[in-house]
């Protein structure tokens, strides 16, 4: 008998039963303890974040330890225990950003979002992370949104760029 594992949603955001996840796992990769990787990555596409429930799931859809899984998740830095925003604004604070004005943008992005560094706005549109060099150090300060490199910014860019992402959604 299959069992279906019924996880308390936290704080109400995440109201699925991860019966996706179950079903990929008993589709895929029943008992594949070798497969945890895989199967954390296809989880965190399903759900956007590996919750310590859904973590829970897999420990014992794939009869690996919990505290294996727990321990694999915080290692890698691409997977996220956090519900994640679905622009992610990385502001550069290696050191020609940081002396150009990066930590001005750090300042202002953390009064216009109200959320500090490593957080999530609660309509979860914007994670805020910093980075270290992205590339662009000659014509810093930079930042990144998603996969994108914006150059020489300021304040009032940062403004004017979130207003054209947000007006995205709205149209
Ligand atoms: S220090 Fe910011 S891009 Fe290199």
Redesign the pocket.
């Known amino acids: 008998m299959s069992m279906v594992v019924k996880p308390q949603t936290d704080s109400g955001t995440h109201p699925e039963d991860y019966q996706e996840i179950i079903d990929f796992i008993d589709n895929y990769y029943a008992g594949r303890k070798d497969a945890l990787i895989q199967v954390l990555h296809t989880a965190q596409e399903i759900y956007g974040y590996l919750p310590l429930e859904l973590q829970k799931v897999v420990a014992e859809k794939l009869d690996v330890p919990l505290s294996k899984v727990s321990g694999v998740v915080s290692f890698y830095s691409f997977f996220s225990t956090k519900p994640r925003g679905k622009y992610t604004i990385r502001v ?1 604070l ?4 940081y002396v150009r004005g ?1 930590k001005k943008l750090v300042d202002h992005l953390i009064k216009k979002l109200g959320i500090e560094i490593g957080d999530t706005t609660p309509d979860r549109l914007y994670t805020f992370e910093i980075a270290r ?5 000659g014509l ?3 930042l990144m949104i998603n996969d994108d490199v914006y150059k020489q910014m300021t304040p009032a860019k940062v403004d004017k760029l979130l207003a054209e992402l947000e007006k995205g959604e709205t149209s």
């Open positions: 550069c290696g050191t020609a950003c990066g060099c992205i590339g662009a150090c810093a300060p930079a």
